[in-house]
C-alpha cells in the first residue's frame, strides 16, 4: 500500500497559480497511477487529474482541461498538480488518490488517500 502525503496548498487571488505536491512512501509508488480529486463544502468528492504509472498518458475533468497539469517523478516519489488560472469555484480540499495500474478517475478506483490540502481562491 501507498501512503500519501500533501503539500502546498494556500489561498491565492483568481487568476493565479498553486503547485501541489503529493510525497509517496511504499514499494509501489512507481508502478501505480496516480491521480487528484477535490472535495467543495458541501459537495461530493469529484475526480480532477489522473496520471499513468510512467507519465505517458493523463486525464482531466473538463472543469480543469487547460488550466491544471498532472506529472510525476517517480525517482523522487511524487507526483504533482500545477495549478494555473485559478477560479473561485477550484476552491476545495485537494486530495491525492493512488490507484492501481488503472489510472484512477472514480472513487471506486482509488487504493490509498492522502489526507488532503486546502486550496482557497479569493475573487
Known amino acids: 500500500q501507498v501512503q500519501l502525503v500533501e503539500s502546498g496548498g494556500g489561498l491565492v487571488q483568481a487568476g493565479g497559480s498553486l503547485r501541489l505536491s503529493c510525497a509517496a512512501s511504499?514499494?509501489?509508488?512507481?508502478?501505480?497511477?496516480m491521480g487528484w480529486f477535490r472535495q467543495a463544502p458541501g459537495k461530493d468528492r469529484e475526480f480532477g487529474a489522473a496520471?499513468?504509472?510512467?507519465?505517458?498518458?493523463?486525464y482531466y475533468a473538463d472543469s480543469v482541461k487547460g488550466r491544471f497539469t498532472i506529472s510525476r517523478d517517480n525517482a523522487k516519489n511524487t507526483v504533482y498538480l500545477q495549478m494555473n488560472s485559478l477560479k473561485p469555484e477550484d476552491t476545495a480540499v485537494y486530495y491525492c488518490?493512488?490507484?492501481?495500474?488503472?489510472?484512477?478517475?472514480?472513487?471506486?478506483?482509488?487504493?490509498?488517500w492522502g489526507q488532503g490540502t486546502q486550496v482557497t481562491v479569493s475573487s
Open positions: 511504499g514499494r509501489t509508488f512507481s508502478s501505480s497511477a
Open positions: 488518490a493512488a490507484g492501481t495500474a488503472v489510472p484512477p478517475r472514480t472513487l471506486s478506483q482509488v487504493t490509498s
Open positions: 496520471i499513468s504509472w510512467r507519465g505517458l498518458s493523463t
